[in-house]
């Protein structure tokens, strides 16, 4: 049976799906991109911008009197100069390295938070034609079909998802250390290379658990929201629940988060001691 989405949800799919199809065109034909670079290892091309500027504009015209953080063109508010209550949170295309180099694994993320805190989420993967969404307490679904966390009970029987610092690496030796530990404590490690995705295949029990350092909020607003609607849970390093603000991400089913919260958080305030006393 379909779900009956929330309007914010149809026009947020509406949005996602006109921007991959800028995407898959342009997918096409990428030794014709005009590739920037923002900064070390993080790249912007005419698509994002493109993609970007299409959601903006649908989103714009269903809800005029909403604020939008959006990677590449940044915070806007309502247009009167008010703080907006309701903030639309995007990423037009999360995983622009993978899309560059022609590797299948990429997505559009779009989320609606109020008062910071995400009320709506769309994901879309244009290679799979794979839908994500959720609605506050109304549960995830993937193209239709409601879906779940996997039933993982423990950390040594988890696949995980983690991604790699790549912009700055201040913390990259802590976070080797958390994947030296959790590479010998669970079935596996995958970075797939495109964060929303991964959070994504945690609310479809693809994956366990996800862990990473140093993300944005249009990496996660969706994906987090995706994973706490699936039964799974989601928080910072700290075990709470300010990880749109820190950029640090735990996620999991119920049981795997624990552990891995456990292993993570262990390592991180390691750094913290180390470097107090430093």
Known sequence: MRPNFDPAVNIAVKAARRAASVINQAANQLELLDIETKAHN?????????????????????FPEHGILAEESGSSGTGDGREAEYVWVIDPLDGTTNFIHGFPQYAVSIALTRKGVPEHAVIFDPVSNELFTASRGRGA?????????????RLADALLGTGFPFRQFAHVDTYLGMFRELAQKSVGLRRAGAAALDLAYVASGRLDGFWEIGLSSWDMAAGALLIQEAGGFVADFDGEGDYLKSGNIVAGTPKVFTELLLIVRSCWNAKSQSNRIS
């Open 42 to 62: 993080d790249f912007v091309t005419e698509v994002d911008r493109a993609a970007e500027a299409v959601i903006i504009n649908v989103l714009r015209e269903a």
């Open 141 to 153: 679904y993937m193209n239709d079909r409601r879906i779940r966390v996997s039933r993982c009970q």
